[in-house]
């Protein structure tokens, strides 16, 4: 049993990574001390928090979750409030204002619960396209933790291996597909005629049932900011299973320190609580799963005289590599009205566009028609005409139904150059910021300029759109990749095949952090699937040892 | 008080006729009054009278300005916005009628940081797409109950 000084695995973070793994090791008999910097809420202040929010702040995913003074994130209400915590430089500074969540739960509160697999050709990029790296082994090996991420979230996805992607499967989804609304099926049939196939989403959202204790989606439209049902999953629910289970759960300890021993071993982290008071948590194996962002700023922070450059860092990649898929968003007028705001706000995408012999040169990309109500953005904008009346009315309807959005999210490659480091600004515990710099580099731009803008403007064209403004500024789409990244060669990567530090025999680092390449697929399944992966490696090493 | 005359149709507005005969509740009766005319639905008496009391707090003028838009619609015989809008000489008068429609429409009198949140549910943005669009966080169907058919654009639901 674990007390709040050690445990046999002390798991820093409370995301879909740290939940996944403590569940593993709890049922594997092992103890389990969960730490997290920010503070553990209820799911209906969130709620309450999200429907207080002033109209223009209400697609600022973060709004509802206000920072703790000592765990910091991301808070867009301003740009000299979006400057405050991430340090960001470079061409694009802009497409990395990530929005993740220092909440136990993290940003599982506020993910889409997209769970797209990677596919076979996503993971060797250097062997077939002579560009970015190859993971350290093939999609056969991650395919059998694919399919128990699938279970452990509960995903729900189509039974037509024609809509799955990929179709290489070796278990079905827990749950059938969810249902489209208008906007999409309009959108899916008019990408059929120009020979796209717009795939249904695999969803960690229940599906017409009941799973895991967790009620069938109702379509509340509201999967971000928050799920007010938990019909999506989110790491919330699965705290009190931990607890159930003898896991112990620290809120409001921010780590800051990871303490080597002889032969390099981890002996220990330090947190502060929010009374600046330091408090040594020791563990047989450790856990950092504080996202790809938190996790690399952590262990650069704790660089001693074994590890000069921070620990896990011999090879000098930690923080190198940061990933993501840089988005462009088109924007249509439409003579006819699609609808959204019916079912979830995120159910399907065009994913063959992310294939194909142009990744030598340039990458693939996503597509998705965006289900978010558009209510508030169509009223905003009859309300700005000054109309009144009937013709206000009728304005409002007429451009929240006749508009929308697609998404593109770009593949990226790994660049060591796109790296996160210490910034010297600090916080409010005095604890260096993370710096970034990040260039999308040339092989997105040529996507942009050469693929994707293009085919979105013939998308919109087969939409009937009389209007399309494709963004210039590539955005975050919030998967955050590749900072402590995996291979099989210690003197160029941070964790092995397991997520294990190369460094650290009992240091594990599972997460987005570990992708060697991120497709342009949202990563938390595969996330997911490493956390499985690295969990069956944990058990195994401790009942040896 | 609370009820005023709209096409030939007294329509109450919510929950004015439990008040108390406040100073406060007196303060928001012009207020009232005012939006029934600017806005051809139903109000909420408990939200308009908060949406009066922040309006005010930040503008000594509403008062007069309510008054002097009051007495244009009165000359008109006005009993839809559309009867007397277009009198409303352009400046502070115009502006704060469009203010007006505006909180109810957005549920707040200002969207700029800090603002506080007087309706969400019920903001009049939200109503015109009710049948179709979901209003985030609160579902209008069940468990796989959306369907992808929508009625036309012409279809406006009542509210």
Known sequence: ??????????????????????????????SVLMLEA??????????????????????????????????????????????????LVGPNARAYRQDYVRYAGGSTWHWAGICWRLTPEDMQLKSRFGVGRDWAFGYDTLE????RAEAALGVGGPSDPALQWPPIRSKPYPMGRLPFGPGEQKFTDAVARIGLTNLPAAQARNSGISYD?????????????VCPIAAKYDAATALPKIEAKGGRILANAVVYRVETGTRNAIEAVHYFDPDKASHRVTGRLFVLACNGIETPKLLLLSKDERNPRGVANSSDQVGRNMMDQPKLVAELELAEPLWTGVGPVQGSSIMQTSQGDFRGRHGGAL???????????GGTAALKKGLVGKALDQEIRRLSACTAEIAIEHELLPDPNNRLTLSDKTDWLGLNRPRIYYDVGDYVRRSASEFTVPLVRRIAAELGATSTQVSTEFTNSDHIMGGTIMGLEPSASVVDVDCRAHDHANLFLPGGGAMTSGGSGNSTLTMAALALKAADAIASQLKVG | ?????????????????????????????????????????????????????????????????????????RARGAKVVEDFFPDIPAG????????????????????????????????????????????????????????????????????
């Open chain 1, 144 to 147: 059998p933790f694919y399919s």
């Open chain 1, 1 to 30: 049993m674990a007390n709040q000084d050690s445990a046999d695995i002390v798991i820093v973070g409370t995301g879909v990574v740290g939940c996944l793994i403590a569940e593993q090791m709890l049922d594997a008999g092992l």
């Open chain 1, 213 to 225: 204790g967790r009620p069938p989606c109702c379509g509340n439209n509201n999967c971000i900011p």
């Open chain 2, 1 to 73: 008080m609370g009820a005023c005359l709209l096409g030939g149709a007294v329509w109450p507005i919510d929950g004015a006729q439990s008040l108390p005969a406040s100073a406060a509740t007196d303060a928001a009766a012009p207020f009232l009054e005012l939006s029934q005319l600017l806005i051809p639905h139903h109000l909420d008496g408990e939200i308009g009278r908060r949406l009066a009391a922040a309006m005010a707090a930040t503008d000594p003028a509403l008062a007069n300005q309510i008054d002097a838009l009051l007495a244009i619609a």
């Open chain 1, 367 to 377: 597509f998705r028609f965006n289900n978010m109500a558009r209510s508030r953005i």
């Open chain 2, 92 to 159: 502070p008068l115009r502006e704060r009628a469009l203010a007006i429609i505006s909180a109810w429409y957005t549920g707040v009198i200002d969207d700029t940081p800090g603002a506080e949140v007087i309706a969400f549910e019920l903001a009049l943005i939200y109503q015109p797409t009710r049948d179709v669009m979901t209003i985030p966080s609160y579902a209008i169907s069940g468990p796989n109950g959306w369907t992808s058919e929508a009625p036309p654009l012409t279809e406006m639901p009542e509210f």
């Open chain 1, 38 to 87: 920010g503070p553990r809420v209820e799911r209906w202040q969130i709620v309450e928090n999200f429907r207080n929010l002033r109209p223009g702040q209400r697609l600022d995913f973060n709004a509802p979750f206000p920072p703790k003074p000592w765990a910091p994130h991301l808070e867009a209400n301003t740009p000299a409030q979006a400057a405050e915590y991430l340090d």
